[in-house]
Nanobody, 127 residues
Framework: QVQLVESGGGSVEAGGSLRLSCAAFGSIYSTYCMGWFRQAPGKEREGVAGIDSDGRTTYADSVKGRFTISQDNAKNTLYLQMNSLKPEDTAMYYC?????????????????????WGQGTQVTVSS
């Protein structure tokens, strides 16, 4: 079993920055895909960024150049650095993980790829 605990959400003005963290507890296999999803009220859950155990990254077009996903393997922690935040980035952000040898591209940003989800952390960006 694996447990994911997100932190770092909050309220920020447009143009500001936040860094989300996701700590993973339990059985973590050596090959995995991790990522961040978000869901705004009344909208579908969407993939934001993904990374695999070899460090390959994927980003949604809407966040490219503004968000950076990274990981600290020693701490079993995933990060999402969010810069130049916009009001449309307002959403609940979720951390995900599942066990795959390789993940990259749009496939890695599909919510049905992941069985393990955190509880989420709220990000609110005001204009």
């Amino acid at each position: 079993q694996v447990q994911l605990v997100e932190s770092g959400g909050g309220s920020v003005e447009a143009g500001g920055s936040l860094r989300l963290s996701c700590a993973a507890f339990g059985s973590i296999y050596s090959t995995y895909c991790m990522g961040w999803f978000r869901q705004a009220p009344g909208k579908e859950r969407e993939g934001v960024a993904g990374i695999d155990s070899d460090g390959r990254t994927t980003y949604a077009d809407s966040v490219k150049g503004r968000f950076t996903i990274s990981q600290d393997n020693a701490k079993n922690t995933l990060y999402l650095q969010m810069n130049s935040l916009k009001p449309e980035d307002t959403a609940m952000y979720y951390c995900v993980i599942d066990w795959y040898v390789y993940c990259s591209g749009s496939w890695s940003l599909r919510p049905d790829v992941y069985k393990h989800w955190g509880q989420g952390t709220q990000v609110t960006v005001s204009s």
